[in-house]
């Protein structure tokens, strides 16, 4: 394998770890992409592509719930159209940020020392909400009060910070509402669905020039073997998520979080 390739692996892994956990996938692209040398403009497009065949992991994971949804919205059946309108009102704060916010956003990514300190600042917030929030009964993302629905989309928009983390900021928001821990968590996964189509959708077309061209540095294939990797390791890595949470909480995924950030911090301003 050339030194591409490797490196669309090595992303592909990380990606696939990170994607669903509350660490900041992107975060942690970035990170890994400055302390292990790489180009990080070079391979900018591809951080946020290789997010989609995540995202696919959720389809195929949780297939028929979305069959289930996609008939029962067709038959008008009350739950399927909650939960359609659950994802869709809580994915539209950050689509519309996203868009207003893009320059500020595309700069603090070019800034791994405030993903750094977001990954520690959300690993204490993490810490703070796991011991005070109040854990409700389970109950499926189609019961959930509007309300809560959009307050959560709007928590989502706190990821828009690199390295506060898109499941972290949706998971916490819910907690702290006193929605349940695997409430929560499918709740983030089903909101990545959208979320990250759109994401990924606008980075594809902001570069379609340069991706077809074949002016890229980093190009179609590296990009085809580092989705595939990350689709593997999330489907890994999504069964995991939803078991170990609930015996064991967030709280080991905070102190990781202050860990990696604070020692990525002291290399960074080492350097």
């Given amino acids: ?52 065949p995540a995202i696919l992991a959720v389809v195929v994971l949780y297939w028929r719930t979305f069959v289930d949804v996609a008939k029962g ?15 869709l009102v809580a994915f539209i704060p950050s689509a519309i940020l996203g868009v207003l ?14 993903v750094a300190a977001a990954l520690v600042v959300g690993g204490v917030l993490i810490l703070v909400i796991e011991r005070l929030a ?19 989309g709007v928590m989502q928009c706190l990821a828009m910070i690199p390295g506060m983390s898109r499941s972290a900021s949706t998971i916490m928001g819910a907690l702290s509402m006193g929605i349940n821990r695997k409430t929560a968590a499918e709740f983030s996964f089903f909101l990545a669905v959208p979320t990250m189509f759109g994401a990924t959708a606008k980075q594809l077309w902001d570069n379609r020039h340069e991706l077809t061209s074949g002016a890229a540095s980093v190009g179609w294939g590296d990009i085809a073997v580092g989705g595939v990797v990350s689709f593997l390791v ?15 909480g967030f709280a080991p995924f905070a102190w990781y979080r202050i860990v990696i950030g604070a020692g990525a911090l002291v290399w960074l301003l080492g350097v």
Avoid at 3 to 13: K, P, Q, R, Y
Avoid at 101 to 114: H, N, R, Y
Avoid at 134 to 147: A, I, N, T
């Fill in 1 to 52: 394998m050339d030194s591409h390739t490797i490196t669309a692996v090595i992303l592909g892994i990380v990606e696939g770890l990170t994607e669903f956990l509350p660490v900041s996938s992107t975060g942690h692209l970035i990170l890994a992409t400055e302390l292990l040398g790489f180009n990080a403009k070079e391979w900018e497009v591809f951080n946020v592509v290789i997010q989609l």
């Fill in 73 to 87: 919205a067709l038959r008008a059946d009350p739950d399927s159209l909650h939960f359609v309108r659950n994802v």
């Fill in 101 to 114: 916010l893009k320059k500020k956003i595309d700069m603090l990514m070019e800034t791994p020392a405030v």
């Fill in 134 to 152: 109040r854990q409700g009964e389970y109950q499926p993302v189609s019961k959930l009060p509007l309300p809560k629905a959009l307050a959560v």
């Fill in 234 to 248: 999330s489907l890994v890595v999504i069964k995991f998520f939803v078991t170990y949470i609930g015996r064991h």
